[in-house]
């Protein structure tokens, strides 16, 4: 089987690019940047500029799946440019990789493209499943909403398309859970906002490991990718603290002043979606990470 990956130098790609070649699978992969590309066998570099619409057509040669990661990240300071980016980051990498499907002959079966639960209302209460229609009004939920869209379109194609809803990852390598360690291994860590805002989990390997997963028994429609135990703010900073064995004392991070220094940016920290996995575990996946402290256990390599 040959897959194309894009965003595969990312923290997710990265993990589900090795998981992918110990399988005994072939990678293509797309890059914005020429000095990445390599060319062998196993792992084949192609050239891509989704801004300009430019894409290397040879990239989908002899191709099975797409395993679409790519999008500007989220955690970086919302200006009015960036939200742009962070947009048309999705939508206009989904547009070209459509029309390449649309206008080149190949033999792709299979589009597993990333998504996030920032599609779900911010809810203390509601439980969301796959079948909630219900969408957040806010910049996440609609940027989530129009690369959703965008991705639908290549159903069209008569190809299966599976959109996998992420929480917050966990993982030692970057992203939330190094930045969530930070203040604690400085002794002050503490709950934000409220700390009562639920939030929905996942540790990496779980994560690469559902797409793998889906990849290999053909699944497709909305997967939510979570581990099936959420917690509040204030459980998993307290988690976090009693994993590095740090003081866990200090009062809660104010509203105010996560915006004051985040920006809008904040609400990623604030909202809260309670978000059920029973539809990846009714088909068949089973977690290695139930537990929260064992999975930061073991991103932190603690």
């Given at each position: 089987?040959?897959?194309?990956?894009?965003?595969a130098t990312g923290l997710i790609g990265n993990e589900l690019v090795s998981l992918l070649l110990k399988n005994g699978v072939y990678i293509n992969y797309l890059t914005?940047?020429?000095?990445?590309?390599?060319?062998?066998?196993?792992?084949?570099?192609?050239y891509w500029n989704p801004d300009n619409g430019n894409i290397d057509e040879n990239c989908i040669d002899d191709v099975d799946a797409i395993i679409h990661l790519a999008g500007a990240s989220v955690s970086k300071r919302w200006t009015k440019a960036y939200k742009q980016e962070i947009l048309e980051s999705r939508v206009l990498s989904t547009n070209v990789l459509y029309s390449l499907l649309k206008n080149k002959p190949n033999k792709v079966k299979q589009f597993i493209s990333a998504s996030a639960i920032g599609i779900y209302p911010d809810s203390k209460e509601k439980v969301y499943s796959e079948d909630s229609t219900e969408t957040d009004n806010s910049f996440?939920?609609?940027?989530?909403?129009?690369?959703?869209?965008?991705v639908d379109q290549i159903k069209r194609l008569d190809i299966k398309v599976a959109k996998v809803r992420t929480g917050i990852v966990l993982s030692g390598n970057g992203g939330a859970l190094t930045e969530m360690a930070k203040p604690v291994k400085m002794g002050i860590g503490s709950p934000l906002g409220t700390g009562k805002q639920m939030q929905s989990w996942i540790h990496i390997q779980d994560l690469v490991g559902i797409y793998y997963?889906?990849?290999?028994?053909?699944?497709?429609?909305?997967?939510?990718?979570v581990a099936p135990y959420p917690v509040t703010n204030a459980t998993l900073m307290k988690t976090v603290a009693k994993v590095l064995n740090m003081p866990f004392f200090m009062p809660n991070v104010p509203k105010f002043m996560l915006e004051a220094v985040l920006g809008e940016m904040h609400q990623i920290l604030l909202s809260s979606q309670n978000v059920s996995a029973r539809k990846i575990i009714g088909d068949g996946y089973?977690?290695?990470?139930?537990?929260?402290?064992?999975?930061?256990?073991?991103?932190?390599?603690?």
């Amino acid at each position: 089987m040959r897959v194309l990956v894009t965003g595969a130098t990312g923290l997710i790609g990265n993990e589900l690019v090795s998981l992918l070649l110990k399988n005994g699978v072939y990678i293509n992969y797309l890059t914005t940047s020429e000095d990445k590309l390599q060319s062998e066998q196993r792992y084949s570099g192609f050239y891509w500029n989704p801004d300009n619409g430019n894409i290397d057509e040879n990239c989908i040669d002899d191709v099975d799946a797409i395993i679409h990661l790519a999008g500007a990240s989220v955690s970086k300071r919302w200006t009015k440019a960036y939200k742009q980016e962070i947009l048309e980051s999705r939508v206009l990498s989904t547009n070209v990789l459509y029309s390449l499907l649309k206008n080149k002959p190949n033999k792709v079966k299979q589009f597993i493209s990333a998504s996030a639960i920032g599609i779900y209302p911010d809810s203390k209460e509601k439980v969301y499943s796959e079948d909630s229609t219900e969408t957040d009004n806010s910049f996440l939920g609609n940027v989530v909403k129009k690369w959703e869209e965008a991705v639908d379109q290549i159903k069209r194609l008569d190809i299966k398309v599976a959109k996998v809803r992420t929480g917050i990852v966990l993982s030692g390598n970057g992203g939330a859970l190094t930045e969530m360690a930070k203040p604690v291994k400085m002794g002050i860590g503490s709950p934000l906002g409220t700390g009562k805002q639920m939030q929905s989990w996942i540790h990496i390997q779980d994560l690469v490991g559902i797409y793998y997963y889906i990849l290999t028994h053909e699944l497709d429609g909305v997967y939510n990718a979570v581990a099936p135990y959420p917690v509040t703010n204030a459980t998993l900073m307290k988690t976090v603290a009693k994993v590095l064995n740090m003081p866990f004392f200090m009062p809660n991070v104010p509203k105010f002043m996560l915006e004051a220094v985040l920006g809008e940016m904040h609400q990623i920290l604030l909202s809260s979606q309670n978000v059920s996995a029973r539809k990846i575990i009714g088909d068949g996946y089973q977690f290695k990470y139930l537990s929260l402290e064992k999975a930061i256990k073991e991103a932190l390599k603690k």
